[in-house]
């Protein structure tokens, strides 16, 4: 996703968001500041000293895995002349200081927090660091010149001056805040670029880090929901049945979206829902199970409604000397993430609530809290905890009012906790998608026309009335909403991204797209449409090339910009991998793919054992501007990459009367550790201003895969998921 | 089902309650005591999220009742060592491996078997062993080279502890 997010959110900027990059105390009363403490020196929103000399970053993006928490703290911690690891941190509450600039919302996703803060980070660091160093000035009358901040301390060349951030606090707070405080050289980093540590690994790794459904919150009862199986279906009657008199249960009611059941354990809430009797039944809507949505796309593919996205030059008079005409598809995938949804809440004496979950939108998730309990926003605190993965599912908020709900009912602490059965059939799905390519090769195997047609369902015409809950104000009615939805879709460039801003040239080069809509939910899934549409251009430039008799890798180069960033990644990952001359026995897939700002090639290296590819290695390069943290960036590409194959190798969602047929890790796979390839990625040094790290490692994955398959056996497959037989 | 009494120990201390014989160890652990280290993934043995720990073996305490745990020694990832420095969880730390964390506890203590069963695992004992614990993050390069730190920082630590004529395992590990 890029534009499609944020072009909404331009969009809705108008409806009422105001835009803010955090807020300094100039100007803004104390309330106003998140965490706000007032005996602390908080120059800005990002964090605060404390007067025993403890810096508290605010970590206002999600941590689902992304390592995002220690780049917000590293990038301080650089300006700061701090060890990052000896800054202090908290989970940020929703607060306006903390909108998204390009979303509105506190979102995280679009692999943008670096891309958007990296800047801003920087300067509220070496803001509060050249207060400080002002404090210290007007306490020891030391020249600034002679004054320097080190390892939390504000210290004199000459070694009279030895003070503790602490100990400034109470004059730096008489100080006006500086425009443009200095940014420290490149050349002197030693946090950027330097530091590999991982911030949040010892939580991970000794049981303490807290997710959603571990708050401490004494004496929770466990709430379960049964919800209809088929999308966009109904509840046609039910009853508990003997399932309330069952041990331990609570109770069960009725709840918008479900029945909920609560008991003193899951296991009890468990048992007793599977005692209720329920009457689901389907909607009347069309495109409700899997062949009826692939023939009604195949239909779309010869139909004339379509909007054209892109069209640059004129299609050629007369057939080149070569043509093709091929058909993609990709199917729904769920996101699986390890944590099932959970959330945990309890009501607050002052009549609020107060809710720990782990969200990528914490002010959707508040608007959610609020309206499942019945309270104004402001009544709704949310307690953002460590995501057990985000992948883009945890932008929703379905948790959350499903648990707000609950405890208005029971009036006391609730632990919501969904089964992975629950989260496999609630997800919102990565789209479906058939693509029809078209190809008109010239005698030198140059491409004179390319013509790319996607029929996919809208995701942001879906899942943005859930967003725009949150985003807009509380008066405006749900059909408004709605309404506001609809008229994205009909730009959405989530369903091309990856297509229509490609860096490919060539001579006349057309994309359309058809909204062609069914019953089930969508939402962002890693890289969003990159994900798909990767594997659709990627495989399809791998047949011109192979069609023109000509090198997969040159083939690229040839039809992209000379001094792009996309030739050096190529090249790196040719030479990475010895793309010339690749070891006996062994077969090579290329793929490159701009997603996120960032640019990333990818190897796939495969063997045949008995007959039967065996994917062996995959080699990566990436240009993401200034690696952070470079161990991080390589972790990612690893993590995008495994992503990115699971789906490739193992991901097809299929649906029957708009209920999913697949419900667990048996019928919905995931690579193990026994199917994992060797991984080697190699960072493009630069020092352009960081771009995303998150999702760009996933697009070039599965069409890499592809195209080496395509060279070990010579059939070329254009169907995900892909067969290793 | 009527409660019933069922005493165990758990990382060491004994843990008494009053509860369904069938109801999993990982919800008596994570309901009934707070031992919010080890996670729920799947419910059905599938992805190993929920490992711990029974008389040294790894099992998948959402599969496992707790009437099946009487009597027995339990180990969760809180019990794995005293201050969160067991040699795999500073390997773990080392290699940078979490990433969303959620699977990590029981990929650790499913390590820590295959440890104590194979102290200097091949990869395919690891795949072996490790096969059974999904990753979504795809942590999994990671966690095999955090393995084998591990394996080589305990066994340097056997030889620098060992002195002649000690046990037998030290020898082993000589060897």
Known sequence: ???????????????????????????????????????????????????????????????????????????????????????????????????????????????????LYYDTLRTVGATTREMLITAAVQQTGTPASELYAEAGRIRSRDGSVDLGFGDLVATANTLAVPENPPLKQAADFKVIGRQNDRLDAQAKVDGTAMFGSDAPVENALVAVVLRCPHAEGSCGGWDAGEA????????????DGGIAVVARNYWRARQAAEAVNTNWQAGAAPLQSSDDIDAAFAAA?????????????????????????????????????????????????????????????????QAYAAKGFGVARDRAIIHNTFLGGGFGRRAAADNVYEVAQIVARMQQPVKLVWSREDDMRHDFYRPVMKARLSASLDGNGDVESYTHQIVAPSINQKIMPHFLNAAMPAWVPHGVKSAIGNMQADTDHASVEGVADTSYQFPHFRVQYTNLQTVMPLGFWRSVGHSQNAFVIESFVDEMAHASGRDPVEFRRAHLPEDSRHRTVLDKVAAMANWNQPAPGRYLGVAVHESFYSVVAEVAELSMEGGRPKLEKVYCAIDCGIAVNPDIVKAQMESGI???????????????????????????????????????????????????????????????????????????????????? | MSPETIIFTLNGQPARLEIEPDTPLLWVLRDELAMNGTKFGCGRGLCGACTVHLEGSPIRSCSLPVSAVAGKAVTTIEGLSAAGDHPLQKAWVAENAPQCGYCQSGQIMSAAALLAARPNPTDA???????????????????????????????????ATWEPGQSADAEEVLS
């Open chain 1, 1 to 115: 996703m890029t534009m499609s997010r944020r072009q909404f959110i331009r969009n809705a900027s108008v409806a009422g968001g105001a835009l803010t990059i955090g807020f300094s105390l100039s100007g803004c009363s104390d309330q106003q500041l998140p965490k706000r403490n007032a005996a602390d020196f908080q120059p800005d929103s990002y964090l605060r000293v404390t007067p025993d000399g403890e810096v508290i970053a605010q970590v206002f993006k999600a941590e689902m895995g992304q390592g995002v928490l220690t780049g917000i703290l590293s990038v301080l911690a650089e300006e700061l002349e701090m060890d990052p690891a000896s800054l202090r941190y908290e989970m940020a509450p929703p607060h306006p200081a903390f909108a998204d600039p390009e979303m509105i919302m506190q979102v995280t996703g679009g692999s943008n927090s670096i891309r």
């Open chain 1, 244 to 255: 309330k008199q069952l041990a331990g249960v609570e109770d069960i009611f009725q709840i």
């Open chain 1, 301 to 365: 593919l010869e139909g004339d409604e379509y909007e054209v996205v892109r069209e640059d030059g004129k299609p050629p008079v007369a057939a080149g000397a070569r043509t093709l005409a091929v058909e993609y598809n990709a199917p729904f995938v769920a996101h699986a993430t390890m944590e099932p949804q959970t959330a945990t809440a309890r009501p607050m004496a002052d009549g609020g609530i107060e809710v720990w979950v782990g969200n990528q939108a914490p002010d959707v998730a």
């Open chain 1, 642 to 725: 495994i992503f990115g194959l699971t789906a490739a190798l193992k991901g097809k969602i299929t649906v029957k009367d708009g209920a999913v047929e697949q419900s667990n890790f048996h019928d919905y796979q995931m690579l193990r550790m026994n199917e994992i390839p060797e991984i080697e990625v190699a960072i493009i040094d630069s020092q352009a201003a960081p771009t995303g790290v998150g999702e760009p490692g996933t697009p070039p994955a599965a069409p890499a895969l592809a195209n080496a398959l395509f060279a070990a056996t010579g059939k070329r497959q254009r169907d995900l998921p892909l067969q290793l037989a």
């Open chain 2, 125 to 159: 004992d690891i795949n072996a062993y490790m096969s059974g614990n999904i990753c979504r993050c795809g942590t999994y390069p990671r966690i095999r080279k955090a393995i084998k730190r591990a394996a080589a920082e305990m066994a340097a630590d056997a030889v």
